[in-house]
């Protein structure tokens, strides 16, 4: 039988250990891959596949890329959804006795890279843990670059729908999840809409409540660190997912990592709630079509100046407050900001000199910082100082908290402006970083290697002159060192001492002992001189590593302050107003002259007309909006869905006064988007959506529901609308806004509590329309469905015979009794009516639902159940009784 190499038995017993990456293997100057992995680099890197012998039957399929090339390839491999696990020479091949040591050293994968060609600046580089528990989670995001972590659990009485909300949030690369998860082919559908970030399952093992508890005894926990951590250990999901979490991100980097940790454990209910599908569609951090930044809130309200910046306001906006405090704190800041131009200007132009600086801490702590980077993080720590005193005056509490935490790192900067040369190279082992005057010893070594240079130019003038050769050279290359090139016309003058080490076409290469000696000293000195400076760069990385606390704390208040200045700028160019937060029971909202954010910016005429609005929880909870297509509606809905976003994030807001009660779960069900990715109709995404929305809204929710109904035919669409409508009003009460092209629904106002009609004025001039987009009571008077399709330029004679179809159509309406007298009579009759339909719904439903009850407590094993799944059970039976009353 076939007997693999030496090597290729090494490459195999290595491949064991990391069956799901691409694995580079360090063969001399080049990483080669084989069999499987070569063939699937080959084809995504367009390497030319070879085949090498390697003892077995077959030669093995191989491809290969140079060393120093190697971090693009493995980038590309990495965007495109692969894992790479990297497998260097652990000693010198000149001096290993048999087949050289090898191991792996670093596995890159989309959640967890760290190199700045792999990473976006504006934004973090999540990977998210799943602990999956019988329809419980636990939840864990970390960002390898900046070291921060979130944590959270969905317990009893949790979904599927719930834990995709939650890891929305993050929109991670790369999610992990324990392989007996009942949602890990859910959760891979899922990661295919959140731009194909890479779903991993490990091991149960992994997911160990010991090794999370030994984690989390390492890492720093944002509040009070006793009351944090006894918080957090009692929440065993959570810490199950932060465990393997950090395992897994040590596993890739190969190195402890839970000690540079700063995590934060948090409650679902401290944010507001916003569903995956409703993220997508108000469009907050990218458009739903193309997923450009252009064309979303964030692009709008993006003035920062500064990555972390950046990175922070797309946070804020991807999890609004719930805290009036919080909110105001932010508010008061941006109002202070807003009016003080100047200080704001000054501000801002001190920020943009401040580099990245939370990664380059980041970097600090990997060991992957160079010498560029300690030069960026002295060109920002010099803006400090200045900032701490731009913002001393201020009197927003937020802006006093963020000037204490800015540490002015004056040893840091004091340390790096002497030790630091002021343009070092990237690497590390050519010299070059350190500057003069700070190390003796460096400076020593740096002028033997200097007048070495001197000693040589003065050598070769002595020699010209000696053996009479005009064009004597010196020279240097790695195989040789130095030695002295004569032409071949000068080979007659050339002295007996010399010695002969090459010869090529047009000249002679020599040695002579006197060169030798000066070769020692010169290479000894610049050896000396690159050890030396790379000791010396260690030790500055070193002071600076053990403060990366005070670092990352300063990075973090910059970005917010970033952020704050950014809504300032953006408050003050665009015109927005402070929102009045009301705090306690208050349910209004009402917006006077509201402004969509977005399309009043693309609209390049400038001519966006604003709308007010008023929602409650009373006499005016449940818009119901007409008009014909392409008035204005859904603009309008988003504008105020937006607007609530925005205040709740502590922006300003696109309007001239508003007043905001706090919304706990923002659903918006808008367009209609087919979800190829788990093969779903349009209608079939349409009414999950209205069914997430159904179950999940509480009073203190607001909902968009933009033409629910339109998926299917006429009847079937104005029925279900009709009933989500009244479910709304009557049982969920929570406020929302309805569009809707069923002028039948505009009947419902003063038949339904809280139903308003509000309708999009148009102006017609004979035939054709004009679209006014101002708001105003009532319903609309006719769909216009027709002046529309005109006005797209269909052509005349179709919409001519369009109209004729109508008139036939109404005139047989009219015979059959108008639909609308039917509709009224409907409602009434349903006002009348609902006591005795829901008797007799619930009769039913109770027995069925008392034998489906009753049977499944008879089916229980009572002496094997744990406590926390008969509380499971509980609570779900709980559930079920309480929907039958
Ligand atoms: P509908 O939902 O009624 O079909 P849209 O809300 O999609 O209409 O609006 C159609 C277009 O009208 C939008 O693309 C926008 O450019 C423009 N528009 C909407 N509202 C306004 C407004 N208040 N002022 C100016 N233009 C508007």
Known sequence: MAEPTPMMRQFLEIKERCKDCILFFRLGDFYEMFFEDAEIASRELELVLTGKDCGLAERAPMCGVPYHAALSYIGRLVSKGHKVAVCEQMEDPALAKGIVKRDIVRIYTPGTVTDEQMLSQKRNNFIAAIFEFRNMYGISAADITTGEMYLTSLTVGSTYNHLANEIARFTPSEIIINAQAQSVHKIKNFASTLGN???????????DYENGKSHINDIRLNGDAKTSYQQLIKDELAVRACGALISYMEDTQKMHLSNQITATHYKVDEYMAIDAASRRNLEITETLRDKNKKGSLLWVLDKTVTSM???????????????????NDRLDSVAELKDAFILRSELRELLSGVYDMERIAGKITLGTCNARDLVSLRQSAAKLPYIKETLSGCNAPLLKTLCQETDGLEDIWELLDKAIADDPPVLLKEGGLIKKGYNQEVDECREASVNGKTWLTELEAKEREETGIKNLKISFNKVFGYYIEVTKSYLHLVPPHYVRKQTLVNNER???D????MEDTILGAEERLTRLEFEVFCQVREYVLAQADRLRRTASAIARLDALASYAETADRENYCRPDILSGDATEISIKDGRHPVVEKMNASGDFVPNDVLLDCNDNLLLVITGPNMAGKSTYMRQVALMILMAQAGSFVPASEAKMSIVDKLFTRVGASDDLASGQSTFMVEMSEVANILSNATPKSF??????GRGTSTFDGLSIAWS??????????SRAMFATHYHELTELEGTVPGVKNYCVDVKKKGDDIVFLRKMKRGGADGSYGISVAALAGIPKVVTLRAKEILQQLEEQEDKNSSRKSRAKSKSVQHAESTENQLDLLSFTANSVMQDEIISELKGLDVQSLTPIEALNILYRLHQKAEKRI
């Not at 991807?318 to 009036?324: G, M, R």
């Not at 909902?703 to 629910?708: A, F, G, R, S």
């Not at 989500?724 to 009460?733: G, M, N, R, S």
């Open 197 to 207: 970030s890479y779903v991993a399952t490990l091991s149960e093992d992994l997911f």
């Open 309 to 327: 910046g950046a990175r922070t306001l797309k946070k804020w906006l991807e999890q609004p407050l719930i805290d009036v405090d919080a909110i």
């Open 510 to 512: 020599y040695i002579t």
């Open 514 to 517: 006197e060169l030798k000696k």
């Open 703 to 708: 909902l968009i529901l933009d033409e629910i």
């Open 724 to 733: 989500v409508l009244e479910y709304i009003a009557h049982t969920l009460k």
